[in-house]
């Protein structure tokens, strides 16, 4: 096809764009330094991911037209139905987000949720200090640790998601022919 036969639309916003980039950044940080003992800077990185999912769930539903959650949270059927159809390499392609990774969008928020809030819950109870330091200043020991494991099946869940994200990025621009990932860089996808 001629370079004259394409077009660019856009599709991500810079905020939708400098979430994902920023996300994926802090969340990497933030296990490299969990793993190394850097535990105040792996606390101020999980605040930091707090306020990028404070910030992205207001924009999913003031944002642009693909940025927002209306656009890309499908019923299961349609998840299903889309499921099916790239099974059999026929799937309907979507120029935002298609219904089963919209739903992954949302399965990554709330993992990172599940994890950002225990994380903060256990900055209160065992290193006594954050936020929530008043509230929970009388939390026993038993509690404490049930969050300390809640923090860690979060982060297995997460490696899971992840996982699967990127096998679904990859299927999607093989089957729809696009670049996801310069998509997501550059905030177009070319349109043949």
Not at 27 to 37: L, P, R
Not at 41 to 53: A, D, K, N, S, W
Not at 57 to 83: C, E, M, N, Q
């Amino acid at each position: 096809m001629s370079e004259s036969s394409t077009k660019q639309i856009k599709v991500w916003d810079g905020l939708v764009r400098g979430f994902h980039w920023l996300m994926l950044l802090s969340f990497v940080g933030a296990y490299i330094t969990s793993q190394s003992g850097m535990q105040q800077t792996h606390i101020l990185i999980g605040y930091f991911i707090c306020l990028l999912l404070i910030i992205r769930t207001v924009w999913g539903f003031i944002g642009s037209k693909h940025a927002r959650f209306s656009d890309f949270v499908a019923l299961p059927s349609h998840v299903w139905a889309y499921l099916q159809a790239s099974f059999r390499n026929s799937p309907p392609h979507y120029f935002g987000h298609n219904p089963a990774g919209g739903w992954m969008v949302l399965a990554l928020m709330g993992a990172l949720l599940l994890m950002s809030v225990s994380g903060v819950i256990l900055v209160s109870v065992i290193e006594f200090e954050g936020p929530l330091l008043n509230l929970l200043s009388g939390m026993s020991d038993q509690w404490a640790y049930r969050y300390e494991e809640l923090h860690e099946v979060a982060l297995n869940i997460l490696w899971l998601l992840i996982a699967g994200h990127l096998v679904g990025v990859v299927v999607a621009s093989i089957q729809h022919k696009e670049n996801l990932l310069r998509a997501m860089v550059s905030g177009y996808k070319i349109i043949k």
